[in-house]
């Protein structure tokens, strides 16, 4: 078994779609197709379940991406660490954010320390969650927070939400409002995917604040409320 096999497996876990795992990889769709078929007949059980050029991960597979999470995740870090001793005095640092906002405030940072060096990348929390499962990245800032046994995570800052009403709704006069009473209204909401949509998504998922997503959409203009935050929840 070969760590370029193992790179190939945890590409295609994470597509978990031959094509884009293949294009993501630079190579054939029938080399990876070949490779993954090795690589289940050397571990002797199915690590995928295939459904034409689509492929979904099975408890088999999902408990060896584990292994080789951490397999590819140390050898990463002493590829660094070597690195680092090769190359003393070189401190780069590799940070991934959810919003181009976390990054307010860096540039002091960098000023105090000219001596560290950054690379700096704006993604999704799902590709974050991956490079830190890859070792690709030293630490990331996102909204909302990355969880799981592999990750340790940190609140920095915790914000609160902000509604805004037009200046005749009965709302505008409240100093505050509970979730229940927005049932009956409309909001324009962020696309899906973006990280302060993923917050609100979240919130309205509660059983309790059902009835009010139901209302959530792109009303007609001076129709609709906007739900902000003042700052964002942010997590390291």
């Known amino acids: 078994m070969e760590l370029t096999q193992l790179r190939y497996f945890q590409t295609a876990a994470y597509y978990q779609h031959i094509s884009r795992a293949a294009e993501e990889l630079n190579i054939s ?6 490779m993954i078929s090795r690589l289940e007949k050397e571990l002797g059980v199915p690590l995928f379940d295939h459904n ?3 492929i979904i991960l099975n408890q088999n597979g ?3 991406l584990q292994r080789v999470n951490h397999i590819l995740m140390e050898v990463e870090n002493s590829k660094r660490e070597l690195q680092d001793i090769a190359d003393e005095g070189d401190n780069s640092i590799s940070l991934a ?3 181009s906002q976390f990054l307010q405030g860096m540039h002091a940072f960098m000023y105090q320390h000219p001596n560290y060096k950054w690379n700096q990348r704006v993604a999704e929390n799902k590709e974050i969650a991956a490079l830190l499962n890859r070792g690709q990245i030293d630490l990331a800032v996102t909204s909302p927070g990355i969880y799981g046994e592999v990750f340790e995570s940190t609140l920095l800052l915790r914000d609160i939400f902000k509604l805004a009403v037009h200046k005749d709704n009965p709302l505008a006069q409240r100093k505050s409002v509970r979730l229940e009473e927005l049932t ?3 909001f324009i909401m ?3 995917g973006l990280p302060f949509r993923a917050q609100t998504d979240r919130i ?5 604040h059902k009835a009010a997503a139901a209302g959530t959409g792109v009303p007609a203009a001076g129709l609709g ?8 929840q942010r997590h390291l």
Do not use: Y
Request: hydrophobic share 35%; no cysteine.
């Open 29 to 34: 769709q029938p080399a990876l197709s070949t």
């Open 97 to 99: 954010v959810s919003s």
């Open 62 to 64: 999902q408990r060896f």
């Open 184 to 186: 009956d209204q409309r």
């Open 190 to 192: 962020l696309l899906k």
């Open 52 to 54: 034409g050029r689509s």
């Open 225 to 232: 409320q906007r739900l902000g935050q003042h700052l964002f």
């Open 204 to 208: 309205f998922a509660d059983p309790a």
